[in-house]
């Protein structure tokens, strides 16, 4: 009796030693919790090492991860009353890829995650919620954008008066936010932190670590980074700015409904526009189904492929064989192609051929195909392409500024209480 009290006198000294767990936010009805914040901090610091960038202090890297944890929850939060979720089949798909563009197999990639100090299983619900988010900004933000053909002929006009549309801008960025119909007081608080950190810029403090430490932006602890912007790519805030800029000059503060920022010139180059390298093919297309088997399908093109070989013509095949209705009347003529057209698994085969080889027989999301290339050409696609590309860069622009709003109006809203750090 005295050997099992033992025990139990043990196991519970045992549990009360153990350090508790201490709830350091609290975002609408959930918690975040120190051991989230401090895993989530080793994250970030393993990160910036690897691109070798500046780490903040301790406490001021604390709090700037606190306010992505936030951000983040109240997102997941947003995309749970949507009904947004992820399948497991399109978690382990991306996930897939992500191991194939490191040229590592599923295997390859756990033990390297692993090695590194990552769980896996940890890893796998972190690109989870991260495909929530993207999800949810799409539902919320980038599909109610819309660029209508004016703005597109209205943009391209500004920019043949600017000349140079193809320079290219690195920029940082600090913002200092402030909510939606601020009060005085949340103003002046926020002029006197834009006043230290113009006093940090003015000392010869680096723009990267005080953005890091000081930043409400969105790319805060990447030191601000905005990447390379063209012209047409700038929030419409910072266009009429940036080009006036010097490399390395900081701008004046320039105030917006989120705040007041201030946004450095790291480089700049020009680019240059290349010609379209496209193909005209044609193909012959068998589909499976439940009396043709694949074994049938492929079978069945490689005969048409052997009277091809000896001399019938492909375009009479096409008409006769194929089961493409709307390329099968023009002898399976498939017109101009540029890349990225077609499936991968169909362009990658059409570009290994020379002009006039028929391809071997080979299976795609649709069928069997066999593939013939008559003719490659490299089109000046210049007016289609600048078209389309300011229609991107023009959505992309109203995105990023219609989600800073969005992200700030879900802040606003929420109810988050700070618990000491």
Known sequence: MIKYLLVGLLLAN???????DRI???VNNEIILDSELVDMEQTVRQQLRQRNAAIPSSDILRRQVLERLIMQKLQLQRAEMSGIRVADDALNAAVRQIAENNNLTIRQFRDALESDGYDFTEFRETIREEMIISRLRKSEVED????????????????NLQG????????????????????????????KKLTVIQDLLAEGGEFSEIAAGYSDGQNALEGGDLGWRKQAELPTLFAGVVPNLSVGEVSDVIRSGSGFHLIKLAEKR??????????????????????????????????????????????????????????AIEGGSLGWTSPGVMVPEFEEVMNSLAE??????????????????????????????????????????????????????????????????
């Open 14 to 20: 045992s549990v009360w030693a153990a350090p508790l």
């Open 356 to 421: 006039g080889e028929v391809s071997d027989v080979f299976q795609s999301r649709f069928g069997w195909h066999l593939i013939q290339v008559e003719e490659r050409r490299e089109q000046n696609m210049a007016d289609e392409f600048k078209r389309n590309k300011a229609r991107e860069q023009l959505k992309q622009r109203k995105v990023e500024e219609e989600l800073e709003s969005w992200l700030r109006a879900m802040r606003d809203e929420a109810y988050i209480e700070y618990r000491e750090l």
């Open 24 to 26: 350091v936010a609290v």
């Open 164 to 191: 140079d549309s193809e320079q290219a801008f690195r920029l940082l960025h600090i913002l200092v936010g402030v909510p939606d119909a601020p009060t005085p007081e949340q103003v002046q608080e926020a002029e």
């Open 270 to 327: 020009s680019e240059e526009t290349h010609l379209v390298k496209q193909t005209k093919a044609r193909h012959i297309l068998i589909k499976t189904n439940e009396l043709v088997t694949d074994e049938a399908a492929e079978k069945r093109l490689q005969q048409l492929r052997e009277r091809i070989l000896n001399g019938e013509d492909f375009a009479e095949l096409a008409k006769a064989h194929s089961e493409d209705t709307g390329s």
């Open 144 to 159: 109610s954008i819309v660029v209508s053909e004016r703005e597109v002929d209205n943009f391209l006009a500004t920019q």
